[in-house]
């Protein structure tokens, strides 16, 4: 099954923004939205916003999400180092009748 | 406290077989939808199945024909029967509900001789 695609990496400075990106098709994030997850080294996976850009409770205002045809996108403001983590994208692909993951970007706070 | 906890991880030899299980407190998993996920060591996560409300299952082509999953409403658990297993179905699993709003700490899985 076809996964998402999301950059391995990105750097940013303390206190900048960050945009992470994730690219499906009309089958997945296109149609379905995507979700995105946070996992710290050691720690099972978080969710930040789900496939609708809505936070659930408790997470940061800092944080947003959006999509534009096949690509979501989620925003990190004023950058923290708790901010640094691995990040995931997930989608319900409806020709697959399967979700499908995003291979994931590390994030790195200077 | 609104949770899943798994259980039932292990070393196991190739060829083998395995039950996870994933018990939820306060809230129903019957009325919601359940997914497994694992993590392979070092590497990203990997959608394996989910069982919907109404008892309709999915799997990744990965484990298709080789994993079962299913629940037992009067213990408000879920499993994944393993089975078949594989030096690649190496990796933590995670129990996940619904659009992965909640997960487990995870049961680490290891076939290997």
């Known amino acids: 099954q076809a996964g998402l695609t999301q950059p391995p990496s990105v750097s940013k400075d303390l206190g900048q923004t960050a945009t992470l990106t994730c690219t499906g098709n009309s089958y997945n994030v296109g149609n379905q939205g995507a979700a995105w997850l946070q996992q710290h080294q050691g720690h099972p996976p978080k969710l930040l916003s789900n496939r609708n850009n809505n936070r659930p409770s408790g997470i940061s205002e800092r944080l947003s999400a959006s999509r534009s045809g096949n690509t979501a996108s989620l925003t990190i403001t004023g950058l923290q180092p708790e901010d640094e983590a691995d990040y995931y994208c997930?989608?319900?692909?409806?020709?697959?009748?399967?979700?499908?993951f995003g291979g994931g970007t590390k994030l790195t706070v200077l | 406290e609104v949770q899943v906890v798994e259980s039932g991880g292990g070393l196991v030899q190739p060829g083998g077989s395995l039950r996870l299980s994933c018990v939820a407190s306060e809230f129903t998993v019957s009325n919601s939808y359940m997914n497994w996920v694992r993590q392979a060591p070092g590497k990203g996560l990997e959608w394996v199945s989910v069982i919907f409300s109404d008892g309709r299952t999915y799997y990744a082509d990965s484990v298709k024909g080789r994993f079962t999953i299913s629940r037992d409403n009067s213990k408000n658990t879920l499993y994944l029967e393993m089975n078949s297993l594989r030096a690649e179905d190496t990796a933590v699993y995670y129990c996940?509900?619904?659009?992965?709003?909640?997960w487990g700490q995870g049961t680490m899985v290891t076939v290997s001789s």
């Open positions: 996940a509900r619904g659009d992965f709003d909640m």
């Open positions: 997930s989608a319900w692909d409806t020709s697959l009748s399967a979700w499908v």
